[in-house]
Structures are given as structure tokens and as C-alpha cells.
């Protein structure tokens, strides 16, 4: 069993879907980890929610990286710890400097609230080695700035580097600019870190991990992350620690 810190800054209103998905579905340890706080309790893995953090004033994600927590978060991704930042959580990342590319407005102008459909990109990841080869994921999104924009020498490295995790997609897993739901460049929906530990997608795989909802596509994105920090939990708190 892993131990996940499910960070809360205020205006968030995912992290209680996150919570009970890895506590009451996945059975996994969770605490919750407010934004002033400046301990992570020997977490495993850290998950940056969804939601509306300072009720994105400025830009989505933009007031957040000042919180305290995420100079603990930017050290724990720096000695190799696993992040996962989830729609808002992903605005924040690219925010503080954890990712690369940022998060603009959709296209249409609009708060889009539906399901998307996803293809993997990298099965070599944290994220995606549990999931099966050329399956289409349907995971919901609820986002007004989730179009992700790099410059063209990012996005070379991006793809160079096997950083991308998702791209959308139609049902055939056929990634087209119809099947695009804000704009993003290359279709992209989730990228990586160069070394491969922090993760962020605007699509929700929490809220998709329920029989409950008819769909638990999400669930094969969470239990890979939990192999792999359960796997790698034991050797990174020893080598932390030293």
C-alpha cells in the first residue's frame, strides 16, 4: 500500500473525488495536504487536483505555485519523487516551472464538460504501463483552459523524448482535429517530465474509476501509477533520507 498526499489549495473541489477514489476503490493511504503546509507527511506520491485554486485570478495555476507546499513539491519531484497534476493540478505544474508548455484558453471560448476519448502515446511510463496496448481511454474533461501550447522546440523535445502520454482522440483511436476538444497543440492531453516522474493530463481518470459511473477507464491510469510507486517507494525514502 502506497501513501498519496492529496494536496488542497483553496478554490480546489477535485480532491475529494481523488480521495475517495484511491481510498475507497483503489485501497490506498491518503492524506490530505493543505497549501500552507510545508511538511509531506513521507508521502509516496504527491496529486495536485482539479478544480479552481484562488478562483484563477491572473491564470489558472498562476497564485498556486506561490503556496508554500510547492517548494516541497519542486524538491520532492527533484530528488525523484512521483507528482501527478490533474487538470488544474496540471495548470499549476506547467505554472511552476514542473513542466514544460502552458495552458490557455479552449478555442471555443467555453467551460467543455464531456467525455474525450485518449490514445497512449508512451506505455514506458509511471502512468501508462498498466494500460492495454492500443485501447481507447474515455475519460471526462471539465476545463475552460485546457488548450496546451508549447513552441515548436518544445514540442520537438516533447516528442523526441517520449514526454507525451496522451493524445486526443475519435473512437478508432484516430487522432484528428475533430476529436480535439480545446485547441491543443498536436492533440496533446497529458505530458511527462524529462525524467519521467511528474505527470500531468487535463482529463480526469478519477473520475472514471467507479462501477458506480458506468466507467473505469481511469482506473487502469491510477493503478499503473500505484505499481510503480509502490514499487519505487521503498528505495526512494531510503536514498531521500540519506
Not at 497534476?85 to 513542466?99: A, T, V
Not at 475552460?144 to 473512437?171: I, M, P, S, W
Request: some cysteine; charged content about 20%.
Amino acid at each position: 500500500m502506497a501513501k498519496f498526499g492529496v494536496v488542497v489549495f483553496p478554490g480546489s473541489n477535485c480532491d475529494h473525488d481523488m480521495i475517495y477514489t484511491l481510498d475507497a476503490i483503489l485501497k490506498q493511504k491518503v492524506v490530505t495536504l493543505w497549501h500552507k503546509t510545508t511538511e509531506l507527511h513521507d508521502c509516496d506520491c504527491i496529486i495536485l487536483p482539479g478544480g479552481f485554486s484562488f478562483g484563477d485570478y491572473l491564470r489558472s495555476g498562476a497564485l498556486s505555485k506561490f503556496s508554500p507546499i510547492m517548494n516541497e513539491v519542486s524538491a520532492f519531484a527533484a530528488k525523484g519523487g512521483y507528482v501527478f497534476g490533474i487538470c488544474n493540478g496540471f495548470q499549476i505544474l506547467c505554472e511552476s516551472g514542473l513542466l514544460p508548455g502552458a495552458l490557455l484558453m479552449n478555442t471555443n471560448r467555453k467551460f467543455n464538460c464531456n467525455n474525450v476519448m485518449l490514445s497512449v502515446q508512451n506505455y514506458e511510463t509511471a502512468l501508462t504501463k498498466n494500460i492495454a496496448k492500443n485501447k481507447v481511454l474515455t475519460i471526462p474533461i471539465a476545463h475552460g483552459e485546457g488548450r496546451f501550447y508549447a513552441d515548436a522546440a518544445t514540442l520537438e523535445k516533447l516528442n523526441k523524448n517520449g514526454q507525451v502520454l496522451f493524445r486526443y482522440c475519435n473512437h478508432k483511436g484516430e487522432i484528428t482535429e475533430d476529436a480535439n476538444p480545446n485547441g491543443s497543440l498536436e492533440n496533446i492531453a497529458g505530458i511527462c517530465n524529462e525524467t519521467k516522474n511528474v505527470f500531468g493530463m487535463m482529463p480526469h481518470p478519477e473520475r472514471a474509476a467507479d462501477d458506480h459511473l458506468a466507467n473505469i477507464d481511469g482506473k487502469d491510469i491510477l493503478s499503473s501509477l500505484i505499481k510503480m510507486v509502490e514499487k519505487k517507494a521503498p528505495a526512494f525514502h531510503k536514498s531521500a533520507s540519506l
